[in-house]
């Protein structure tokens, strides 16, 4: 039971570009989301995050959408630069002391 | 600030072998997370050590996996024996005390069984 699905398994982008990176879940009672990114042979690093009281979240770049309606969430990167090619995962979080639940990740490229 | 170590990096062994891995948090950090990466996958929660307890192991196949935090600060993660579907890489991360939403990963150690 897929609880925070990435549909998209990859993307590519041109360098400059706006990334616009989905994620959905299906348990209402997260209340808090992550994004994080990783590079092959390190581990994910965190990126940005939202709490369900919010609908955006922007840092630099990198701007978090999230339609609690929907179930949905979105990571936005403007301009997209070579060095935001990696695998990126969305995470979700249920209040107190539960596990982090990430999705399967998004391997984005951005080109040249 | 120093990150999170795991070791080894890379490891590979046969089906019934033994394996451990090694996680040393980052200084202070109370909670300690062992993930399971399996290629294609999220991570997915081991077990999740508040100092030196256990907070969390309902994902841990208790029959062959185990782990232990000695003195609250390193820890192991121990696999006996090992099986084909096993192969994945582990990640350790920490955090401080409770501070489920602001964990930081290790490398990972990448393990193949064959």
């Known amino acids: 039971d897929q609880q925070v699905k990435q549909n998209s398994p990859s993307l590519s982008v041109q360098e400059g570009r706006i990334s616009i990176l989905n994620c959905d879940y299906t348990?209402?009672?997260?209340?808090?989301f992550l994004w994080y990114k990783k590079y092959p042979a390190e581990g994910p690093t965190f990126l940005i995050s939202i709490s369900s009281i919010k609908d955006k979240n922007e840092d630099g770049r990198f701007t978090v959408f999230l339609n609690k309606s929907a179930k949905h969430l979105s990571l936005h990167i403007v301009p997209s630069q070579p060095g935001d090619s990696a695998v990126y995962f969305c995470?979700?979080?249920?209040?107190?002391?539960?596990?982090?639940?990430f999705g399967k990740g998004t391997r984005l490229s951005v080109i040249a | 600030e120093a990150g999170v170590a795991q070791s080894p990096r890379y490891k590979i062994i046969e089906k019934r072998q033994s394996v451990a891995f090694w996680c040393n948090p980052i200084?202070?950090?109370?909670?300690l997370y062992w993930y399971q990466q399996i290629l294609g996958q999220g991570p997915k929660l081991l077990i999740q050590?508040?100092?030196?307890?256990?907070?969390?192991d309902s994902q841990l196949p208790k029959d062959r996996f185990s782990a232990e935090r000695l003195k609250g600060v390193d820890s192991t993660l121990k696999i006996q024996p090992a099986k084909l579907e096993d192969s994945a890489v582990y990640l350790c991360?920490?955090?401080?005390?409770?501070?489920?939403?602001?964990?930081?990963f290790g490398p990972g150690t990448r393990l193949t069984v064959t």
């Open positions: 991360a920490s955090s401080l005390l409770g501070q489920m939403n602001e964990q930081y």
């Open positions: 050590f508040q100092n030196n307890g256990v907070v969390d």
């Open positions: 200084s202070g950090h109370a909670t």
């Open positions: 995470a979700a979080l249920k209040g107190g002391n539960t596990p982090l639940v």
């Open positions: 348990n209402s009672m997260f209340d808090y």
